[in-house]
């Protein structure tokens, strides 16, 4: 049976769903629950906002369990989107209800030893960014996770947008001619609900400039080289959770890439920016 519609159908089909029409619940016959995917969401911090809601409204989604160091947040969000099962510590959280996929939302210093704590317990896991905080505990990861039969997946999903495939189109037909350069920037004033962006393992490349460094390596190619410089502008920042703290990541990035056949790209991202487009 083919899924193509035409532009016709699908402008028909949008138009309904801009106007209201109740299509969830006939995709949600079509998932009985013991074919959703169990899932618990460890970090019930600033980022859980924007994952719950969308997991707790999909078909395909049965959500199991929060978990939080700060057992609050946890309950909290539990409550929020009607999660039956809480918990304040990974150990407990693997050891209780079961599930398929652990959603790790964490800080970013904590990412890879939870990330292989997961793989271990025979849990598939997606990861915020960065999936792990060197190259090698990454590599680790992705071969623990094929040794053990699971999937590991890694924010951000760029890649995978409808944009991305138009760009990607685009050049690959040709439209834009030989593209043989490219930019890309992302900056704010920097976060201040936590301290970790600020501290060892934090910054603003594997926060912000992540995105930027996935979407053009995906729509030019690997990068064959690549040199880059940091800095740091602001020594201390304030933030909610520790108050004043000494900046130890950097907060000003600059990347240049080397695609190979003549193309390079430039990355530019900081916590340093007047943001005109809002965060």
């Known amino acids: ?49 924007m994952y719950l809601p969308h997991l707790s409204k999909s078909p395909f989604v049965e959500l199991v369990s929060t978990c939080d160091i700060i057992f609050d947040r946890a309950k909290k969000q539990a409550e929020k989107f009607n999660v039956p099962n809480q918990y304040d510590h990974i150990d407990k959280l693997l050891k209780g209800a079961p599930f398929d996929l652990m959603v790790n939302l964490t800080n970013m210093q904590e990412h890879g030893r939870l990330n292989r704590q997961a793989l271990m317990a025979g849990k598939h896991v997606w990861s915020e960014k960065p999936m792990a905080n060197t190259y090698k505990e990454g590599k680790e990861l992705l071969d623990l996770s094929r040794q053990r039969g699971l999937r590991i997946w890694g924010a951000p999903a760029v890649v ?18 030989k593209v043989s350069s490219a930019h890309a920037h992302y900056g704010h004033l920097g976060p201040t609900w936590s301290a970790f962006f600020y501290e060892q393992g934090g910054g603003s490349l594997p926060d912000l400039g992540v995105y930027n460094l996935a979407t053009l390596t995906g729509l030019l190619g690997p990068a064959r080289s690549v040199m880059a410089m940091t800095s740091i502008v602001t020594p201390e920042r304030t933030t909610d959770n520790k108050g004043k703290i000494p900046v130890v990541a950097e907060d000003n990035a600059m990347v240049l890439m080397d695609h190979g056949n003549g193309v390079l790209s430039h990355v530019q991202c900081g916590f340093n920016y007047f943001d005109p487009y809002g965060h």
Do not use: W, Y
């Open 1 to 49: 049976m083919s899924h193509k519609i035409s532009r016709k159908e699908f402008i028909a089909r949008g138009t309904a769903a801009v106007a209201g029409a109740m299509v969830l619940p006939a995709v949600e016959a079509m998932t009985p629950a013991d074919k959703r995917i169990k899932v618990a969401v460890i970090g019930c911090g600033s980022v859980s906002n």
């Open 160 to 177: 995978n947008s409808p944009q991305f495939a138009f760009m990607s189109q685009a050049i690959r037909a040709g439209k834009l001619g």
